[in-house]
């Protein structure tokens, strides 16, 4: 298990004619997030696409009991829990001023260049088990 | 309940460097086909604010069995069932070529304009009445 | 010189809060006009890519006279004029209700798969010939 | 005139299949770094929009002589001259390992709530005056 925390701002590009951050935008944030998280634990995507691994979303799900304002501060705890099989799960939990507003998941699976599924390749499982 | 379909043309704008839709523009292909289907039944979003409503993402979930490519022509179908209380789910259903690439569902509430749940408005219900 | 009319719905994934197309966004809905104004002359962008050329722009300008609103439709000239060189300039012209809201130019140039700049290809040219 | 360096990571939802950021995404780089600019001047802009004006953009121009890739950290220089009567013209250079690769600028005037223009705000240019 890895987790961390990614912070963005809401800027104008996100926010919709209710005031709100618009609501798919919320996955972009999720990928920030997640996309730092692996750094953080030694795995950059361009790497992993450079040697031929993909990282794809299966699933993706959002509950939106909150909603984000332009120029707020986001802060995005991100947890990547172990495999089952060769889905991972990350889940995602968005805070503004320690107030819940989004929670959701995405699950994904390794693929090679030809989008076929493939097992997660050693060096990921690696530096998971590394970070824990 | 109601049903639509709403056909749409992938464009670059949408195409990530796996050479496939970026997983949160399918949410925005469903705001789309959500918008024309409300209208089909007599319901256009805009007269919807203009009485003093808004009708917010509670929720949103995705699987994405496959994918879409640059200049691909998608066919969305959405369907409205009844209400649950005041939670409203739509589902949608993406084919390419006939072969189904995502389906995935929305939840939303009626607010006011403070964004405080209200129950859904009689014109509404009657508009979703109508279609059936 | 080839014209074409590429017509588009606003929806909410694009509208900020003031009300109005967040700025970038026409810069999408160049891209889908001068897309369609390309396969109206018989030139598929897929195609240009699959014969291992890219078509990048090297800039972009827009005036906003005016702006759109959720729900508008919205009516896009592009024209595409001959080749200075090699580089070439597509002009865009949004109107909503017959009134101009947008205009602005993109400019491009050919590319290999490098990223190297190169003559505009045969065929290409031959399409836009034919076209006028 | 105030000047201001505003620092990005690129994420692939904003990159296309030619493998670099899509054109307009740069104009959504541009606005988080103007909304940094004037923060660091003393003007938030969810201020300015309280005190009932808004800054739409009026035009906006890009050059791309180079291009951003996922992964890429990206430097906004950001630079914010005097009026031309309402107007104000804001230039934008975007570097990427200390390369040039995208310019460009915006243009603003300020408008009221229902987007008539107006005179630019003393508060505005009290704070534009103050960061010289």
Redesign the interface.
């Known amino acids: 298990m890895a987790e961390g925390v990614y912070r963005t701002?809401v800027?104008?590009?996100d926010?919709?004619?209710?005031?709100?951050v618009?609501?798919?935008?919320y996955?972009?944030y999720f990928?920030?997030a997640r996309?730092e998280l692996l750094r953080r634990i030694g795995v950059?995507?361009?790497d992993i696409e450079a040697r031929g691994y993909?990282l794809?979303?299966?699933?993706?799900?959002?509950?939106?009991?909150g909603?984000a304002r332009?120029?707020d501060l986001l802060e995005i705890t991100c947890r990547l829990d172990q495999f089952t099989g060769a889905r991972m799960r990350i889940e995602y939990r968005i805070n503004c001023e320690n107030k819940l507003i989004v929670s959701g998941y995405?699950e994904h699976c390794f693929t090679n260049r030809n989008?076929r599924p493939v097992r997660p390749p050693h060096f990921f499982k690696e530096a998971l088990t590394n970070a824990q």
Chains 1, 2, 3, 4 share one sequence.
């Open positions: 701002r800027y104008y590009r926010v919709d004619q209710m005031g709100v618009y609501y798919s935008r996955l972009e990928e920030a996309t950059q995507v361009p993909y794809p979303v299966v699933a993706s799900h959002c509950e939106y009991p909603s332009f120029d995405t989008q």
